[in-house]
């Protein structure tokens, strides 16, 4: 018998004598393997016996029975999760990655004016109920991807062209969202929508450069559209203050005039009445005051009587005789 028989040989008695210790320590271990389950602080767990719903854990180390009979589903339900259409993020970072050629089919799509639109969209979504996650739709991602590609072309096939690629990018982005949550409400398939945005919009590549030649003349005329506009705000309102300002001076002029002439007939009214009562008085005091208003605006002054013979010794007329 050679050596190796006898180690051989060694082997075997020493197995058989701890085969059972050794089964056992391996039954331990695959139970332990099998039992113990650790729940993620963003997660759930599902736990099905025999295949049937049992129970959901809470994040941390949970215990479930083990050798198959019971099995657990890791659910991510505090986690925004996100689907891509048209396009898929290959590598993410300060400059992303991105592949587009292979997923055209889902982002090419047919307005309500018959043309046809690159649309490039993210749904991003949270599981909010895992039971219904689970089992009330077969597969919820794919069947989620097949509802937000459905929602997209419906909105987009109710708009124009331009609407969809230019001024009513955000209503569809809206529209898509609310339309989207509706569809996993009727479907209860636990699924909460957060958001739908649009990536990128953009007419298809054989008819991109007249597209682009189109935007360039419609942006030329709202160029001039707004210059004009601008220029009109700028010459209209100074013409009207303008206008106004000439309205307001003839007014205070023409009020002036009203008021100066209404002052100048109750004067002459006073006169009147006054005339009327006392003609002599009436008759000196005009005459006074006119004299008065007259006289200091005269040079040199000679006073005489009545019949002109004497002249008043008030005045020295040879000095003035003199200085004339």
């Known amino acids: 018998m050679t050596d190796q028989e006898i180690q051989m040989r060694k082997f075997v008695e020493q197995f058989k004598k701890n085969g059972k210790k050794i089964l056992i320590l391996l039954f331990v271990l695959i139970a332990i393997f099998t039992s113990l389950k ?130 009513g990018r955000q209503e569809v982005a809206s529209s898509v969202e609310v339309l989207l949550q509706r569809m996993c409400d009727e479907y209860e398939n636990g699924i909460r929508i957060d958001q739908v945005v649009l990536q990128d919009v953009n007419p298809p590549d054989p008819v991109k450069p007249s597209f682009n030649a189109v935007n360039e003349a419609q942006q030329e005329r709202e160029t001039l559209i707004n210059r004009a506009e601008s220029e009109y705000n700028r010459v209209i309102p100074r013409a009207r203050g303008e206008a106004l300002e000439t309205i307001q001076l003839a007014e205070a002029y023409a009020l002036n005039r009203v008021n100066i002439a209404t002052g100048e007939a109750d004067r002459f009214t006073s006169l009147y009445d006054a005339y009327v ?48």
Do not use: C
């Open 38 to 167: 650790t729940v993620g602080p963003e997660e759930e767990g599902i736990v099905l016996f025999l295949g049937k719903y049992n129970r959901t854990l809470q994040p941390g180390l949970n215990y479930i029975v083990p050798f198959g009979l019971e099995r657990m589903y890791k659910i991510p339900v505090q986690r925004q999760l996100k689907q891509e259409f048209g396009f898929r993020t290959v590598q993410a970072g300060v400059r992303s990655q991105y592949a587009k050629d292979a997923y055209r089919d889902e982002s090419l799509m047919l307005t309500g004016d018959l043309n046809l639109a690159d649309v490039e969209w993210v749904v991003q979504y949270r599981i909010v109920d895992s039971y219904k996650y689970l089992f009330r739709v077969r597969d919820a991602e794919d069947a989620l991807h097949d509802m937000s590609e459905a929602a997209m072309r419906k909105i987009v096939g109710d708009r124009t062209v331009n609407e969809v690629l230019t001024v």
């Open 277 to 324: 009562r006392a003609p002599d008085i009436t008759k000196k005091r005009l005459y006074y005051e006119t004299m008065e208003r007259i006289l200091p605006k005269l040079g040199n002054k000679v006073i005489v009587d009545e019949k002109g013979n004497n002249v008043l010794p008030l005045l020295n007329l040879d000095n003035i005789r003199q200085t004339q």
